[in-house]
Structures are given as C-alpha cells and as structure tokens.
C-alpha cells in the first residue's frame, strides 16, 4: 500500500471497498486489523480487536448513536472518543481516516 506522510492509502475509491451488510468491513493496513465502518455518508476506522477481552468488532454491529456494538459481550464504543458506553474505562482506538479526490487514506499513528 501506498504512504502519504503518515496517512496510508487503502483504496482507491469509496467503491472499493467492500462492506458487509452490517456496514463493517475488516482490512489488514500494516499487518493491523482494523475496521473501517460506514456509517452516515462517512468512514470511520478503529482497531478490529475488541479493548475488553478481543472479540472482533468486524462481527459486531452499529447502533443509532454512533456506538459500535462488540458481538461477545455486547459492549458498545463511541465511534468519536472511543470511550466505552458502559464506564467501565475501556477505550478502543480510532483511527483517522479521510476521502480524497486520489483515494482513502487511514494514520495509524
Ligand atoms: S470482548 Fe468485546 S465486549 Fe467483551
């Protein structure tokens, strides 16, 4: 994959990539898993592995407040903060992610 500055490119085009119909699809960027999830006309990304006990996100799904539900345990994050909704203090990591005219890019940094 190609790198611009720390801003790693993963597709080409939104049309690219392929979700599922939870809106959750699982790429590999640098030997990580993570999720980019559409959601709203947007793209977010996180980390695959679930911060509670590592269950993978990919297999859960979004609930109408911007949370992504863990399928394990159900516990739900904020796609924003990352923070979970329980207060239990667990954070899972977001990564930014944008569109631009030549492609997606996701900093894993
Ligand atoms: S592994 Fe995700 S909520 Fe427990």
Known sequence: MEKKNN???IANKPGEI????????KITVKEKA???IQKDGGL?????????????LSDGYLD???HIVCPVHCYRFNLD???????EGYFLKIFPI???KDGIFVALE
């Open 34 to 36: 993570i999720c980019v």
């Open 44 to 56: 977010k990304a996180c980390v695959s592995k679930c911060p509670h006990a590592g269950g993978d």
């Open 7 to 9: 801003w790693i490119k």
């Open 18 to 25: 392929i979700f599922p119909e939870n809106n959750i699809a």
């Open 98 to 100: 944008k569109i631009e």
């Open 64 to 66: 109408k407040r911007n």
């Open 81 to 87: 903060s990352g923070r979970d909704n329980n207060g």
